[in-house]
């Protein structure tokens, strides 16, 4: 290969300048503005030196020189010799060549700098701010959820990073939320897996930093990748929640994040919820209120005063909180012995409507001894359920069903799908037989004999998109509906859905439960953002092991139709060995947003609950 000439080499150097930027091409503008400038002046010295007449000295004419340069217009008003103003013409005409690129330079730069900034790429200077990282439908619960939160504290800042344009996040989210009140919302377009795109966020100074399991295959191939990602970065590393939709992958998430990760399994806890919910009618919505930040929020407190005091005695310590249990050094145990002492590290682990309000009981609880009632407990008897539909969590939801029923339980698949019980080996209590059915279909439906049950739980069919998933689904939950109305029939009915804008059309059909998974996955990780300790707490709830949350009937517990205060319901409960959190409305039971659920009630609170009614307690399953 020849060697470059003088020639090639001084081209390529330009050309290299040239390619750095705006400021690179104002800077040669400016070489040739220069260049122009002392051209002109020096051709006027030297074909007309004595004019324009005044101008005596070089930089009287350099200034003339650079005026006409500047200010092409100037050319007008010039009078003199042929020579003087041919030369000036010059350097007008120049001139305009000259402003006309540089405005246009600054044009383009002032628009690059403009997009920009309308792409989101400038650092955030935040300190104790919420990060969330990618993007799906979840971001808007956990933005509306930590604006909840975050509603008393002026100031607070959530900042989202998704490989989506700033503007059309932030007018998805505010679309979705409306005000957002105290809470200012901060979006930066870029990649959650790229390290120099974390550090727009400036996660050194970050309260909690949220991990979204995208849309679309192998979604957690994606949060894993952002886990990686965020372990290799320098400085600090702030708590990180993220959510993954298969329980395959939970070990390749704890070795990709570390410990400073958390990890909710949203397949497991969907499926966990969605059958305690067809177990006890009310389950879904009680958790959804314990999830969000509207109501019954769950809180930790460490009060030296109730050391040394047992369980029992500490049910009754608060007027305006439910106390559910305690977190030890050893771990998070609900509705303990009451017999057990609370130790002065020990957390009580309580329910109220807001942590500020918390506030203990003037004097001894106001129990009705009359009122009380002495029951025996509840025995569990073989069950029929019956399953509509297949997905990728019903053999996880039938195993866990399995570890809850009497043994001899029935479990009915009616479904049309080709996976349907494919791999149902090694369970202990239930029975399963799978029924060819189109559950759209009425006739299919009256076929199987439904009012023969006494649970119905309605899946998502994964082999269609979610929206039409859901179409399919409320058109089964109408035929239930509508037979049991006909037929005089009763059935708990739960019912999965993806998208929480069809809560409302299910709302028609009055199933008794409705799951939106990916909703209550939403609600956990913002309560996880916001408190990272109650990880556990959450997981005991939604554990089959110990005690977990039963609506049971009011008449166990009180004499129906007598008005008693919560403090008896709650001594009833605890010589049952249980601990009573709220109650529900059976008249209510279908009007939203709440379904007659009532959580944490003041202790002093009076209320007649009739036969229907039911008292929602912690119990041993």
Known sequence: MSKATLRERARYWFDNTMSKGTASLIGWLAVASVGLI????????????????????????????????????KVA??????????????????????????????????????????????????????????????????????????????????????????????????????????????????????????????????????????????????????????AKRAGNHPPVVAALASSRNLAAARLAGGEDVHLVDSDDTASRLIVQSSRQSGMSVVCMDLLNFDDGEIYLRADKELAGRTYGEALHVYETAAVIGLRRPSGVVLNPPGDTVIAADDQVVVIAHDDSHIRLAAGPPQVDE?????????????????????????EQIIRYLDGYVAP???????????????????????????????????????????????????????????HHADTRTLMTLLQLRDMQRLLGEHYSIVSEMHDESNRALAEVTEADDIVISDTVIGLLLAQLACNR????????????????????????????????????????????????????????????????????PAKSERVALGEKDAVIVLAEG
């Open 38 to 73: 002392f051209l002109v002046t020096g051709l006027a010295l030297w074909l007309a030196p004595d004019e324009p007449e005044g101008a005596s000295s070089l930089w009287q004419v350099l200034w003339i020189s650079l005026m006409h340069a500047l200010t092409p217009g």
């Open 77 to 230: 008003s010039d009078k003199g010799s042929t020579a003087y103003m041919a030369v000036m013409f010059v350097g007008s005409l120049g001139g305009i060549f000259i402003v006309s690129m540089l405005v246009g330079l600054l044009s383009n730069g002032l628009k690059e700098k403009v997009d920009r900034l309308r792409r989101g790429r400038s650092r955030i200077v935040e300190s104790g701010h919420t990060v969330v990282l990618g993007w799906s439908d979840q971001v808007f619960t956990i933005v509306g959820e930590l604006v909840k939160a975050h509603a008393s504290r002026p100031g607070s800042v959530i900042a989202v990073l998704a490989d989506r344009d700033k503007l059309a996040m932030e007018e998805d989210i505010r679309d979705h939320l409306g005000d957002l009140g105290r809470t200012r919302l901060v979006c930066r377009t870029g990649r959650p897996t790229e390290p120099h795109d974390l550090d727009l966020m400036n996660l050194d100074a970050a309260s909690s930093v949220v991990v979204l399991s995208p849309e679309g295959e192998d979604p957690d191939a994606h949060v894993i990748k952002i886990l990686l990602a965020l």
């Open 370 to 394: 009359s009122a009380v009632v002495t029951a025996a407990p509840h025995r569990p008897e073989a069950e029929r359920t019956l399953l509509l539909n297949w997905n990728g969590r019903a």
């Open 408 to 466: 001899g339980a029935v479990l009915d698949v009616a479904t049309d799908h080709p996976k349907a019980a494919a791999d149902l080996a090694g369970l202990r209590r239930l029975t399963v037989n799978v029924k060819d059915c189109d559950t759209t279909d009425r006739f299919a439906l009256e076929s199987l004999g439904v009012g023969l049950y006494q649970h119905v739980i309605v899946l998502s069919d994964d082999r269609y998109e979610p």
């Open 533 to 600: 300790h109650l990880a556990d707490v959450f997981g005991y709830l939604f554990d089959s092991h110990g005690s977990e949350i039963y609506p049971r009937p009011a008449g166990s517990y009180v004499r129906p139709g007598e008005t008693v205060t919560f403090s008896t319901i709650v001594e009833a409960a605890r010589r049952r060995g249980e601990t009573a959190i709220g109650y529900r409305h059976a008249a209510r039971r279908n009007d939203p947003p709440h379904y007659g659920i009532v959580l944490g």
